[in-house]
């Protein structure tokens, strides 16, 4: 089990670090997390910063081929939040803005590296914009990546401590469509609505999804026109797509290059891409969930689930090019709710697991 310190040590970071309003966006409050995390965790190894327009990344490592932990500095709370939802010590659980994603994950890290023996190599990457992205993290992340033999990411865990082996991609895409102005009442021939084209396009829409293979579509914006007795112009919608596999992930791609025109006289374009691939599961990433539940059996004396969810995280990034086991974070209940908060009797456990399977890691590099 962890260090008999672990647990209260782990309570007081989470306090300390969610004290620190971090927003994405907000370069000075995830530098102030990350200076913290280095502070504790200054000789265990090699401390890199890199600058980036969203704040920085932090890189902590110790010799070569270790595990890489990868979490977020990041939050989606503004600041302020503190304000009407403090932090809240309730023995059992802890409340607070980004306790559960992610900061119980990195005061994890930060106990479980602070515990590891000396001889077990590692790598700790925390980067400033995971909840907007990571566009600006997302080189140094696969970087990091190809030079691990497993990721273990520190996002929340599932009920029950179940870990995630799979993850959707995620694509964000923009509908344009230019239509031809013209008086409702007075000429209303002369005009082409993109409005009307707009409606089409999202019934069309609809009919790419493939639930049973975890594809949906989701227009969740709409906009267009300027008047009501002025046939419109202009139209947009912003659509949300999550797949599951790159089968999927290339098919709606390929679709969207070419989507048809129900109105010959309107212009529609789709334009964005899916910025997050699908993290699918590999025969090696296999081998080690085998590994972590024998472990978690050992140390939380039950079975240890490996869920799919529609969520996605840096570990789309990484399973690309090395297993990934995500989901090793803390447990508890209401991500990006206002009641998020953390059940504090996983913590220890997770601890046990994090440092076996990163000891296990070190001496396969």
Not at 37 to 66: F, H, K
Not at 82 to 101: I, N, Q, S, T
Not at 268 to 291: F, K, L
Request: glycine fraction near 12%; include cysteine; charge should be negative.
């Amino acid at each position: 089990m962890a260090h008999p310190s672990a647990s209260s040590a782990m309570r007081q970071w989470l306090q300390e670090l969610v004290m620190i309003e971090s927003p994405s966006g907000d370069a000075k409050g995830v530098q102030d997390v990350m200076e913290r995390i280095a502070e504790v965790l200054d000789g265990t190894g090699r401390i890199r910063w890199e600058t980036t327009p969203m704040g920085p990344i932090l890189q902590i490592s110790r010799g070569s081929g270790g595990a890489l932990l990868l979490g977020h500095a990041d939050t989606v709370w503004p600041q302020g939040t503190l304000k009407d939802m403090p932090w809240r010590d309730e023995g059992e659980w802890v409340y607070g803005p980004g306790a559960l994603d992610m900061k119980a994950g990195l005061a994890l890290a930060m106990a479980v590296i602070r515990d590891l023996p000396e001889t077990v190599p590692f790598r700790l990457l925390v980067t400033p914009d995971e909840e907007v992205g990571s566009e600006a993290s997302r080189t140094a992340i696969e970087e990091a990546a190809q030079l691990a033999p497993l990721v273990l990411v520190l996002e929340s865990g599932m009920p029950g401590g179940a870990i995630k082996v799979g993850r959707a991609g995620v694509g964000d895409f923009r509908l344009y469509v230019r239509g031809i102005e013209s008086h409702a009442g007075l000429d209303p021939d002369r005009g082409a609505s993109a409005i009307r084209e707009l409606a089409h396009q999202i019934l069309w829409l609809e009919g790419l999804e493939q639930k049973v293979l975890g594809t949906t579509v989701n227009v969740g914006v709409v906009s267009g026109g300027t008047r009501s007795n002025v046939v419109a112009g202009k139209a947009e919608a912003h659509i949300d797509v999550r797949v599951t596999t790159r089968t999927e992930m290339d098919r709606i791609r390929a679709t969207l290059e070419a989507p048809p025109r129900f109105d010959p006289n309107c212009q529609v374009e789709y334009q964005g891409g899916i910025n997050r691939p699908p993290m699918e599961p590999t025969a090696d990433s296999a081998v080690w969930v085998e590994r972590a539940r024998r472990i978690w059996s050992s140390v939380a004396g039950q079975q240890l689930a490996g869920v799919r969810v529609g969520g996605a995280s840096d570990g789309n990034f990484t399973a690309r090019f090395t297993p990934t086991l995500d989901g090793l974070g803390a447990v508890g209940i209401g991500a990006h709710a206002r009641g998020e908060g953390v059940e504090w009797r996983w913590m220890e456990p997770r601890h046990a697991l994090l440092t076996q399977l990163i000891s296990e890691a070190g001496r396969k590099a």
